[in-house]
């Protein structure tokens, strides 16, 4: 009998210490169902919000888009070089004329509440691949301001029988098919299956267009505030051999800049052998492959 009753006694222990669990759980369950209700109100009220604002601020453009008061009659265009103040006006869709307020479409809600043309400043970064950032602001009450930032071209990338013209950055802004006529240099030694004007160049080595472009950097300022503009020698910039970047420029020279350890160094110290270290009309190849510091090796002479 003691027996059984123990074990009786350990059964209703155990089943009671299954019940304390459970209304444990339970009760943690209806602890967090209540913050995790009051979580989707507040998101349901914020987005009610939003939505709300966005509905005023598209009735209120409404209302002033009908009004004459709101003529645009100058749009001024600042910071483009590349295309002509036409071009960028024609590519934006914007004309004086129109209600200001017409021109403020999109559904960007911060561009609109900041005045900012959406639709505008879209169709100028899709069409005009120069163009790396473009804001377009209506000024109350009748002009409309285009800024524009461009790139510029640095270096050109064989593709055929053309050459794709590329920003310091990698982005290709244009395609010739005289490239030679750019008067850039060539960058020797990537390869890619395809291109889009406007995007980044995608090559197979990262790495490759990565030295060539660390290359151009260094160039420019190399080339900053100096009379002796050393980018205008380069022809060439060849990563064929990552081991071993070759610079080919247009008399006679050549610098081997290893494996494009302190790119910025070596640019800079090539820069001051070509235009001071060596004599005139000397024929070469400045060296920073094998040595710690850099050697001219004169080509043989003729025999």
Same mark, same amino acid.
């Given at each position: 009998?003691?027996?059984?009753?123990?074990?009786?006694?350990?059964?209703?222990? #155990?089943?009671?210490?299954?019940?304390?669990?459970?209304?444990?759980?339970?009760?943690?369950?209806? /602890?967090?169902?209540?913050?995790t209700a009051a979580n989707s109100a507040r998101?349901?009220?914020?987005?009610?919000?939003?939505?709300?604002?966005? %509905?005023?601020? %598209? =009735?209120? @453009?409404?209302?002033? +888009?009908?009004?004459? =008061?709101?003529?645009? +009659?100058?749009?001024?265009?600042?910071?483009?070089?590349?295309?002509?103040?036409?071009?960028?006006?024609?590519?934006?869709? =914007? /004309?004086?004329?129109?209600?200001?307020?017409?021109?403020?479409?999109?559904?960007?809600? =911060?561009?609109?509440? %900041?005045? /900012?043309?959406?639709?505008?400043?879209?169709?100028? +970064?899709? %069409?005009?691949?120069? *163009?790396?950032?473009?804001?377009?602001?209506? #000024?109350?009450?009748?002009?409309?301001?285009?800024? &524009?930032?461009?790139?510029?071209?640095?270096? *050109?990338? !064989?593709?055929? $029988?053309?050459?794709?013209?590329?920003?310091?950055?990698?982005?290709?802004?244009?395609?010739?098919?005289?490239? /030679?006529?750019?008067?850039?240099?060539?960058?020797?030694? @990537? +390869?890619?299956?395809?291109?889009?004007?406007?995007?980044?160049?995608?090559?197979?080595?990262?790495?490759?267009?990565?030295?060539? @472009?660390?290359?151009?950097?260094?160039?420019?300022?190399?080339?900053?505030?100096?009379?002796?503009?050393?980018?205008? #020698?380069?022809?060439?910039?060849?990563?064929?051999?990552?081991?071993?970047?070759?610079?080919? @420029?247009?008399?006679?020279?050549?610098?081997?800049?290893?494996?494009?350890?302190?790119?910025?160094?070596?640019?800079?110290?090539?820069?001051?052998?070509?235009?001071?270290?060596?004599? !005139?009309?000397?024929?070469?190849? &400045?060296?920073?492959?094998?040595?710690? #510091?850099? *050697?001219?090796?004169? $080509?043989? !002479?003729?025999?």
């Open positions: 009998m003691d027996i059984r009753e123990n074990r009786r006694e350990n059964r209703a222990d #155990k089943e009671t210490g299954r019940n304390t669990a459970n209304v444990g759980v339970r009760a943690a369950e209806e /602890r967090d169902r209540p913050e998101v349901r009220h914020t987005a009610g919000k939003v939505a709300l604002v966005f %509905a005023l601020t %598209a =009735l209120i @453009l409404t209302l002033l +888009s009908a009004s004459p =008061l709101f003529s645009v +009659s100058e749009i001024e265009v600042r910071g483009n070089l590349y295309y002509s103040e036409n071009q960028i006006l024609t590519k934006s869709g =914007l /004309r004086t004329g129109q209600n200001g307020f017409t021109a403020l479409r999109g559904k960007n809600l =911060l561009k609109l509440l %900041a005045f /900012r043309c959406a639709a505008a400043e879209q169709a100028i +970064s899709f %069409a005009c691949p120069y *163009v790396k950032s473009v804001q377009v602001h209506y #000024k109350l009450p009748n002009k409309i301001s285009i800024a &524009v930032e461009e790139r510029s071209k640095s270096v *050109v990338v !064989p593709y055929f $029988d053309s050459g794709l013209l590329i920003d310091e950055e990698g982005y290709v802004v244009d395609i010739l098919k005289n490239y /030679r006529s750019a008067e850039l240099p060539v960058a020797v030694g @990537l +390869s890619f299956a395809d291109y889009a004007l406007g995007k980044k160049l995608v090559v197979a080595d990262e790495a490759g267009i990565e030295a060539v @472009l660390t290359i151009i950097n260094a160039l420019r300022q190399a080339d900053r505030d100096s009379e002796d503009v050393f980018a205008w #020698k380069v022809r060439s910039i060849d990563v064929r051999n990552r081991m071993n970047i070759r610079l080919t @420029l247009d008399d006679g020279l050549s610098v081997d800049l290893g494996d494009g350890t302190d790119i910025y160094y070596r640019v800079s110290a090539a820069k001051e052998i070509v235009f001071h270290g060596l004599e !005139p009309g000397a024929v070469g190849l &400045v060296c920073f492959s094998n040595t710690a #510091k850099p *050697v001219f090796i004169p $080509d043989a !002479p003729d025999a």
